[in-house]
């Protein structure tokens, strides 16, 4: 089995940062490309940003420029830093894994619980 778990969400004034942390455990053979997500009140559920085995990374327009995805991967670890918050980044905001298990597997997705940010005065 594949653990997720995410981290590091809080309140926050506009303007400031945090930095999400997403750790996964578990049967890992490779951690390969792994997502944010946030999902508003009311809203769907949005890909914020990715990041690639190799380290390529993408990014929704609304956040290109203040957040940042990163990831550690002796650690399998992956990093969003969130700066200049605004009130619209308020958000449960989730992690999603694709692992590879072992060798020759399918590889699969895992998504953790989730961690609340908001952004308010």
């Known amino acids: 089995q594949v653990q997720v778990v995410e981290s590091g969400g809080g309140l926050v004034q506009p303007g400031g940062s945090l930095r999400l942390s997403c750790a996964a455990s578990g049967n890992i053979f490779t951690l390969n490309a792994v997502g944010w997500h946030r999902q508003a009140p009311g809203k769907q559920r949005e890909l914020v940003a990715s990041i690639t085995s190799d380290g390529s990374t993408k990014y929704v327009d609304s956040v290109k420029g203040r957040f940042a995805i990163s990831r550690d991967n002796a650690k399998h670890t992956v990093y969003l830093q969130m700066n200049s918050l605004k009130p619209e980044d308020t958000a449960v905001y989730y992690c999603?894994?694709?692992?590879?298990?072992?060798?020759?597997?399918?590889?699969?997705?895992?998504w953790g619980q989730g961690t609340q940010v908001t952004v308010s005065s």
């Open positions: 999603n894994v694709d692992v590879t298990r072992w060798v020759g597997a399918p590889s699969r997705g895992y």
